[in-house]
């Protein structure tokens, strides 16, 4: 689909598909009825909210400096 990650979802849809999964983690989202786009947003915010940073908190200001 043509925009996929730029269209935000809608957030409710986002915070719908949190929650189930949290309840059952092996859900078949496609039995689920939220958009497309409220799916490439969960996973856009997964990846950017749940894993742990790629550069650890504490060496930021170092890399800021350098770069």
């Known amino acids: 689909m043509e925009g996929l990650y ?5 957030r409710a849809h986002v915070e719908a598909l949190f929650n189930k999964l949290a309840e ?4 078949d989202i ?3 009825d939220i958009p497309v786009n409220a799916v ?3 996973l ?3 990846l950017a909210k749940r894993l742990p ?3 650890p908190t504490e060496l930021m200001g170092e890399v800021e400096r350098v770069y």
């Open 30 to 32: 496609r039995s689920l």
């Open 40 to 42: 490439a947003t969960a």
């Open 6 to 10: 730029r269209v935000p979802g809608n």
């Open 44 to 46: 856009k915010d997964f």
């Open 53 to 55: 940073p790629s550069i």
């Open 24 to 27: 059952e983690p092996n859900l």
